[in-house]
């Protein structure tokens, strides 16, 4: 079928166009020159000063970690005692747009963040594809000696530091001492099996209705949680020369664990699509007795503007199998600030990172944080600001990372989608775990 | 595909009537060179270097200072990669699935309110004009919006909402957005739902995004109802026709032009649908784009990004050419 357009003469001739134009023109070059002759026309020019100050834009999460409030405090005091003119231009986001939004800005010539905070699972990843640049000749010897070494590790690849250790993230055991009380314990579980007969009486005797959630949706989170488990059972999910081990020993018998309790009505079947706030505000409205969390919990179950169980709230360790000799199973969710290599501001970025690291400014801040310097852990000052210190040094001493592989974000994928399947009733727990194996495998071939 | 292309899309010159002379073709030429630079540069240059990523191996590397992608030449892989991959084509339903569903409901309902709305009543004009505000939310806010509604503990809006009528109690608070299949424990229709990818979650998430859209349908369907001239009723009425019938016979004929623009428009819409489901379930949806996007910004695999946008491309375009079908045979 063929068309016929039509086109029309237009209204407005070429001439009259070319005449409008020409009209303009001579109307701007005409105010031009008199601006120029500097008439009673003219406005007065600016004088134009030479502004030198270096905007540093930093990349950071809204999501855990210290806060907006605190970040643009530790900005402020950098702004005032640093003898170069500079600003500092914070960007917050989801934990789950970090990752990208740090991809995106590596793609492109010069950076559009300077200082970013870098997750230890992406250290491989990035220090592989030089996102970041190597700090080893930043970094004194002595100042190395005051960082825990499973955490200064964890930001290490290729025999280079890629980051900065900013926050000691990892995860800790909190509990309803009241909803234990009305069950009939005085204390919390010292083992995994403890722990599943507290649950199971506590869904009994009517406590809760579900006495355990956690943020088992398809994402990061569920792999930290597994990860945490198979920890407490006494294993990884890799073995050291690299290899996927989740079909068998402590990973397999996590899942089935994890699988057990959504089977039996133990945890909340709602987990499989909250993540860590949302178990965590679970938690503090008291609809549930158990949450394994980030240590940014502690902050909000004692802030009585958003926590109902202010009195009753504790943190404890995270209890191991009774076959784990260890006291605690736990997962480190270190994180650590990095200079992105392709920023123009290398040197700036770096002396911020030094003095937003520093242990003063830590340990000014320890009610929301957990410092990642040994000393200002084992201050008075830490003790006396957290109670729980104890309980946080042990599971951080038994705290087990995740893989630090260049493909990490493929594992983690694979792990995310055959755990939720398997949690939400898809397919056994032996089953997943196979797929996940056999998959993880074909990645690497 | 190239004949229906030329027969479509092709139409020679010889058969195009110019009434402008020569120069004023320049100058015609001259006005739109702007805007087609404009459209070169953000547009086709891009598509292109997709296109070449596409069949390279392409990861984003910083060498010296510099933030760049680096190639390597793949061909055909990253096609074949997805092409035979069953978790792609697991994708392709759930975003047939999502689309089809939403285009019923947004249609049906669309209909409905225009008609409504074509109606003389006290204060029309208001509830015309108010209708469009859910259109006016942002995406991201809408989502975030119903991702507090559908809030799977007893404080969530909606669980709220159906305790307070007690229809639930708090110890009973529903889960909306689980990944769970509906009818999953009825044999054969727990095995159809589940292979279409029809889940509770993806179920809510169609309402939350209809929600959103159906007052632009609405508005749409009102303007072309308002076209149909109001003889043809009274010439249906003098023949004894019900309201049915008219509606039927008159309204839903003179209105398929309008209803085939929205068809395309929505379709193109619903087929790359991100944004929603991305806040809400992060990767946990796969529909096609939150795959594209997976692939290359959290796997950094910009060649498999490149070329899952490019299948998802061709898809969209063979639906075009369907509905470039139904337009032609309307107008034959």
Not at chain 1, 4 to 18: A, E, G, M, S
Not at chain 2, 124 to 129: D, F, L, Q, T
Not at chain 2, 288 to 313: D, K, N, P, W
């Amino acid at each position: 079928m063929n068309k016929k357009i039509c086109v029309t003469q237009p209204t407005l001739t070429r001439r009259d166009f070319l005449k409008t134009i020409g009209l303009t023109g001579t109307a701007l070059a005409g105010s031009s020159v008199l601006t120029a002759c500097g008439g009673k026309f003219s406005t007065p020019t600016p004088e134009i000063k030479k502004d030198n100050t270096i905007t540093l834009n930093a990349l950071y999460m809204n999501q855990a970690g210290y806060s907006e409030k605190v970040l643009q405090d530790i900005a402020n005091r950098y702004i005032k005692q640093s003898n170069t003119p500079v600003k500092i231009s914070y960007t917050f986001v989801k934990y789950d747009e970090l990752h990208d939004k740090i991809v995106t800005s590596a793609a492109a010539a010069t950076a559009t963040f300077d200082v970013i905070l870098l997750d230890l699972i992406w250290t491989a990843e990035f220090g592989r594809k030089g996102y970041v640049v190597p700090l080893d000749d930043r970094i004194t010897a002595e100042v190395k000696k005051d960082i825990v070494p499973s955490i200064f590790s964890a930001f290490v690849y290729n025999n280079k530091t890629w980051a900065f250790p900013f926050l000691a993230n990892f995860q800790c055991f909190f509990y309803n001492a009241a909803h234990l009380d009305k069950a009939g314990f005085s204390a919390p579980p010292k083992t995994i099996e403890e722990w599943y007969d507290q649950m199971v009486a506590l869904k009994s005797k009517g406590v809760v209705k579900y006495p355990y959630i956690d943020s088992w949706n398809q994402k990061e989170g569920l792999v930290c949680d597994y990860v945490r488990l198979a920890a407490q059972y006494g294993g990884d999910l890799f073995s050291d020369d690299g290899k996927p081990t989740m079909d068998k020993g402590a990973p397999l018998q996590a899942l089935k664990f994890m699988r057990q309790l959504i089977d039996e009505g133990l945890a909340d079947p709602s987990a499989t699509n909250t993540d860590e706030p949302g178990a965590m505000n679970a938690f503090v409205s008291g609809a549930v007795t158990f949450n394994c969390n980030w240590t940014f919990v502690r902050g909000n179950m004692l802030n009585p503007k958003v926590s109902k169980i202010v009195a009753d709230a504790r943190v404890g360790l995270l209890p191991p199998a009774k076959n784990n000799p260890q006291p605690a199973g736990s997962i480190s969710g270190f994180q650590g600030l990095a200079v992105m290599a392709n920023s123009k501001n290398t040197d700036v970025a770096w002396d911020f990172i030094k003095f937003a690291t520093a242990p003063t400014i830590q340990s000014e801040n320890l009610e929301s944080e957990f410092p990642v310097w040994t000393s200002v852990q084992q201050s008075a000052q830490a003790k006396k600001v957290n109670p729980d210190v104890e309980f946080y040094a042990t599971n951080l001493a038994n705290a087990h990372h995740r893989p630090r592989v260049p493909n990490y974000q493929q594992v983690s994928a694979i792990i995310q989608e055959e755990i939720h399947a398997c949690l939400l009733k898809q397919a056994k727990p032996e089953d997943a775990a196979t797929s996940m194996v056999s998959r993880i495998n074909a990645l690497e071939s | 595909m190239l004949e229906f292309l030329k027969a479509h899309f092709w139409h020679p010159l010889t058969h195009v009537e110019f009434r402008i002379n020569r120069s004023d073709r320049w100058f015609a030429f001259f006005s739109l060179t702007p805007a087609l630079l404009v459209t070169i540069l953000v547009v086709f240059l891009p598509l292109l270097y997709a296109l070449y990523l596409s069949f390279n191996k392409a990861e984003v590397m910083v060498v010296g200072g510099r933030g760049s992608v680096q190639t390597e030449w793949a061909g055909f892989n990253n096609y074949l990669y997805f092409l035979k991959d069953k978790s792609f084509w697991q994708g392709v339903r759930v975003t047939l699935y999502f689309t089809a569903v939403s285009l019923i409901i947004e249609l049906v309902l669309g209909i409905i309110v225009a008609l409504v709305l074509n109606q003389e009543f006290y204060g029309r004009g208001v509830v015309r004009a108010l209708l469009i505000l859910p259109w006016a939310v942002p995406t991201v806010v809408n989502a975030r919006l119903w991702g507090l509604i559908y809030e799977p503990q007893s404080y969530g809006a909606m669980n709220g909402l159906l305790q307070s009528i007690g229809l639930t109690s708090p110890d009973n608070a529903i889960n909306f957005l689980t990944s769970v299949p509906v009818f999953q424990s009825v044999p054969i229709l727990g095995q159809i739902t589940s292979w279409i990818g029809s889940t509770s979650a993806i179920n809510w998430i169609i309402l939350s995004d209809t929600w959103k859209v159906i007052p632009v349908v609405a508005l749409l369907v009102l303007a072309g109802l308002q076209t149909i001239p109001i003889e043809l009723y009274e010439a249906a009425e003098v023949d004894g026709a019900s309201a049915w019938q008219s509606f039927w016979l008159i309204t839903i004929p003179m209105l398929r032009p309008m209803l085939l623009v929205i068809l395309v428009y929505r379709t193109m819409e619903l087929f790359r649908v991100f944004d929603i489901l991305y806040i809400l379930m992060a990767y946990t949806v796969p529909v096609v784009a939150i795959r594209t996007y997976q692939e290359a910004f959290a796997f950094g695999l910009f060649g498999r990004g490149s070329a899952i946008a490019f299948l998802i491309g061709l898809f969209i375009l063979l639906i075009a050419m369907v509905y470039i079908n139904l337009i032609n045979w309307e107008e034959d």
